[in-house]
C-alpha cells in the first residue's frame, strides 16, 4: 500500500465512523456505530440514536435530544414571526407594535421593545467574532442551549 493513501487529514474534515461514544455509567457503550451525531460529532450506534428520513442523524445525548426539539420549536416560531410581519406586526405574539428592528439570528422583525442589544457569534468560514446585535426574546432564550457541546 502506498504512502500517499494514509496523508494525514485535519480530524475533523473527515469523520470515521467508531464504535459508540455514547458515555454509559463509567465509560463508552463501545457497540458498532452506524453514524455520527451531527450536533456533537460523537459515533452512536443504533441504541443510542436515530437516523432519520429527513438525513438528520442525531445521538441520544441529552443535550443533543434537546437541541433537536429546539430546532424543531423555532422552525414554528420563525413561521408564526414571519405571518405576523406580514401583517406589520411585530413577531412577539400579543404585540401589535410596528416592528422597528430584525433580529439578527432568526431574521424576524420586531418593535424596539421587544429586541435586545446583545453581542452575537458570528461564524465565517473558520473565524467566530463578536458583534453587536439585536435579539429577539427567543433567540435569546435558545443561546443557553447551543453553546453547550
Ligand atoms: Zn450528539
Ligand atoms: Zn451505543
Ligand atoms: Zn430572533
Ligand atoms: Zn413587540
Redesign the pocket.
Known amino acids: 500500500m502506498s504512502s500517499a493513501q494514509w496523508k494525514a487529514v485535519p480530524a475533523r474534515d473527515v469523520q470515521v465512523v467508531t464504535s459508540c461514544e455514547v458515555r454509559q455509567r463509567f465509560r463508552n457503550c463501545g457497540q458498532p456505530g452506524i453514524a455520527i451525531c451531527q450536533y456533537c460529532g460523537q459515533s452512536f450506534c443504533a441504541q443510542h440514536g436515530a437516523r432519520l428520513a429527513d438525513g438528520q442523524e442525531i445521538c441520544s445525548r441529552s443535550t443533543c435530544q434537546r437541541k433537536k426539539a429546539d430546532l424543531e420549536r423555532h422552525f414554528a416560531y420563525k413561521e408564526g414571526v414571519g405571518r405576523r410581519n406580514e401583517e406589520r406586526?411585530?413577531?412577539?405574539a400579543d404585540?401589535?407594535?410596528w416592528?422597528g428592528g430584525q433580529c439578527s439570528k432568526c431574521g424576524g422583525l420586531?418593535?424596539?421593545?421587544?429586541l435586545e442589544q446583545r453581542e452575537v457569534e458570528q461564524r465565517r468560514s473558520a473565524t467566530t467574532t463578536r458583534v453587536r446585535g439585536s435579539l429577539c426574546r427567543h433567540c435569546r432564550k435558545r443561546r443557553n442551549l447551543w453553546s453547550q457541546v
Open positions: 406586526r411585530c413577531g412577539e404585540c401589535d407594535e416592528p420586531f418593535c424596539p421593545r421587544h
